[in-house]
């Protein structure tokens, strides 16, 4: 796939042999989960992990000394990983406590988001985090609409702060005064020639290695300025 050779791979019988990939880069994957080189040792990215907007969310919590507050996940690597996270910066910094922990539908499953909403509507806590994806807030705002839920206060995830389908008036008196996480977007110079350029040889492994470090510099980098939030 970045060799760029376009070379056929067959699979024989018992799946022996190297794999074709030498390595994955990713714009767009942020789960915690993917920074364990162990696990993904092939694996880099030029977008932060959730690690820094969990970091980041904490510091507006104690900015603002909220110290109750529920959390909305969605239900994959994303949300889970993400809930943990925030849980185990919760416990190092005592900085308060969960009212709730929901894992939103993927669908439209009203029984589901109708009893989340209560949940939300009986709890004293007036502050809610949702690491979640813009399709599992629309089907919950409809919800949240459909009840007349106001008065929160809501903190967003980068999936869907700058979400086109939320900014429309209807959802307005619900989601006014959201805080919400975004990732910093410029160009690298010289990326998209860089990776272009490259082309793997298995004679030649101190080339790879030389073009794996470069890459790896710009995962760091990026995660180094998002570390600023």
């Known amino acids: ?17 190297k794999p074709p990939v030498l390595g994955i880069v990713s714009y767009f994957a942020t789960c915690s989960c993917l920074s364990n080189r162990r696990l993904f040792p092939s694996f880099f990215r030029t977008i932060p992990s959730d690690a820094f907007q969990v970091r980041a969310i904490l510091q507006i919590l104690r900015r603002f000394n909220w ?3 529920g959390l909305l996940i969605s239900d994959d690597d994303y949300g ?9 910066g ?8 969960l009212a709730y922990l929901e894992v939103l539908p993927w669908g439209k499953d009203e029984e589901v988001l109708k009893r989340i909403v209560g949940i939300m509507e009986k709890s004293t806590s007036r502050v809610v985090i949702a690491f979640a994806h813009q399709s599992n807030m629309l089907n919950l705002m409809e919800e949240v609409v459909r ?12 999936a869907w702060t700058t979400a086109i389908v939320l900014q429309t008036p209807s959802y307005m008196p619900f989601l006014a005064g959201t805080l919400g996480i975004a990732i910093r977007r410029g160009q690298i110079p010289g ?9 793997p040889d298995n004679d030649r ?14 995962h760091t980098d990026s995660e180094s300025q998002a570390n600023i939030l």
């Open 67 to 69: 110290t109750w507050f």
């Open 1 to 17: 796939m970045t060799s760029g050779r376009g070379e056929p791979f067959q699979l024989n019988e018992s799946c022996n042999g």
């Open 147 to 158: 009840q007349k839920m106001t008065g929160l206060q809501w903190i967003a995830s980068e």
């Open 191 to 199: 990326l998209r020639d860089f990776l272009l350029r490259i082309r």
């Open 80 to 88: 889970l990983h993400a809930a943990r996270s925030f849980q185990s």
């Open 205 to 218: 492994q101190s080339s790879q290695d030389n073009n794996l470090v470069r890459v790896f510099t710009l």
């Open 90 to 97: 919760l416990a190092q910094n005592g900085g308060g406590c």
